[in-house]
């Protein structure tokens, strides 16, 4: 539980960013490049160049994108610049790196040098089987996203001796795992799947398939030349107004609803897969030599937010209902004749599942200054001026 104390420092910190967002425009990135993993809540367009992926993952219409300085959309799932743009900024870049996808061949290597690549993709897991069948057939995988990175860094060594320094001084950052837990919470039983299996499913066992997923992207790219990890874990997510939706909805019997006014069953999952997380980090730093991390706690963090709302540094006022959308969660989905709330910024979710631009400043911030409430056993700022690997 976080403490007053702890209210007062998250709420300072935030307030400095503010200023420290500022600079930035001003400075040299504090790293040679930045590299994104994972899913829809980094994404900034890959989908977009996904012949089958549907609207469901695609955020390439409106009203996404509707705070961006061009107040079109770009594939972002958010109204405005979404976590991975925000920490960008903080590391002294306008906004994140391109989507892989909308690189022409000839520029992916000069890219990696210049910025970085952002190989994101919405609706995409740590299981590989996650994201296709939600978003009508095609993601980019983590696999996939890992293995890109992995030739285009062969690729970049081979011609430029500078490469692999650049590499382990550039930051990997990765989002992802909220949609295995989406789709293994919602996942209805499936027509070879009955009852009894549905409750014999194996919790603990599919939280350790997850993990040991990422021990695999983390070390393939270790393996690649990456140094500087920043993970941030998969947040509330029963909480997402997608989530909120099914736990109040009438006749669900066994599902409860928590105390955040949130779908118990999701956050249990949320909360049982973030230490695992931590310990896996924690393993790899002592494995693998020079590695090092910062890990994002982002179910605590929304704990603070969710108790604490009203702090000044953000001041939200509506926690569970969409931005975007009909209905009382944003059922109805966000697209053009989507409702649209007034005032954004006092919203923490954009659409069902993900936040405002708003919110993931929140997230940004904290990963970037957090002194150890939220982020360990670093944090962002501390990853990339760590001496040289
Ligand atoms: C996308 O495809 C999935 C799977 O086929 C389907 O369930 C979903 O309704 C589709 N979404 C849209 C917006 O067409
Ligand atoms: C190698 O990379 C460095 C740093 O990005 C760059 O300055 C240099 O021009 C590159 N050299 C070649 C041969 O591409
Ligand atoms: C349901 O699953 C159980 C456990 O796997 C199995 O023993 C049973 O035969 C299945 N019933 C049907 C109708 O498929
Ligand atoms: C669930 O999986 C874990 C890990 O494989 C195993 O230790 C545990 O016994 C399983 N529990 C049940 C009820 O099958
Ligand atoms: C969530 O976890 C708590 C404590 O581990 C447990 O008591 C509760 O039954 C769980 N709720 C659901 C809906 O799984
Ligand atoms: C939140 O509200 C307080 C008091 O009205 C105000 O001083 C502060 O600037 C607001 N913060 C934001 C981020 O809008
Ligand atoms: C919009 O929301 C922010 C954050 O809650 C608040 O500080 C600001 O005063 C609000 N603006 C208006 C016009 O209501
Ligand atoms: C990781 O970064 C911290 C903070 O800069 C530094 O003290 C530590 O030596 C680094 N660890 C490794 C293994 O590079």
Known sequence: MASRGGAFAAGALVLLLALAVQGAAERKPLVPAMFVFGDSLVDVGNNNHLPRCNASCRADYPRYGVDLPCHSPTGRFSNGYNLADRLAQLLGFPESPPPLLSLPKERLVPQMSSGGINFASGGAGLLDRTGPRVCGGEVLSMTAQVDKFTRLARLWRRENRSAAGLISRSLFFISVGSNDLFEYIDSPPAPTRNDTQQTNRNDTQFLQDLVASYTCYVKDLYAAGARKFSVVSPSLVGCSPSQRALAHAPG???????????????????????????????????????????????????????????????????????????????????????????????????????????????????????TGLFVRPINVQQLVVAPRP
């Open 252 to 370: 669900r019997g066994p599902i409860g609803v928590d105390k955040f006014g949130c779908l118990a069953a999701a956050n249990n999952l949320s909360r049982q897969l973030q230490p695992m997380l931590a310990a896996m980090l924690q393993g790899l730093g002592l494995e693998l030599r020079r590695m090092n991390y910062s890990l994002g706690d982002a179910v605590g963090m929304a704990e603070f937010v969710f108790k604490s709302p009203s702090t000044p540094a953000y001041n939200f006022t509506e926690l569970g209902r969409a931005c975007c959308g009909g209905g009382v969660f944003g059922e109805g989905g966000c697209d053009d004749s989507a409702p649209l709330c007034r005032n954004r910024s006092s919203y923490v979710f954009w659409d069902r599942f993900h936040p405002t631009e708003a919110a993931s400043a929140v997230t940004a911030n904290e990963l970037f200054l957090d």
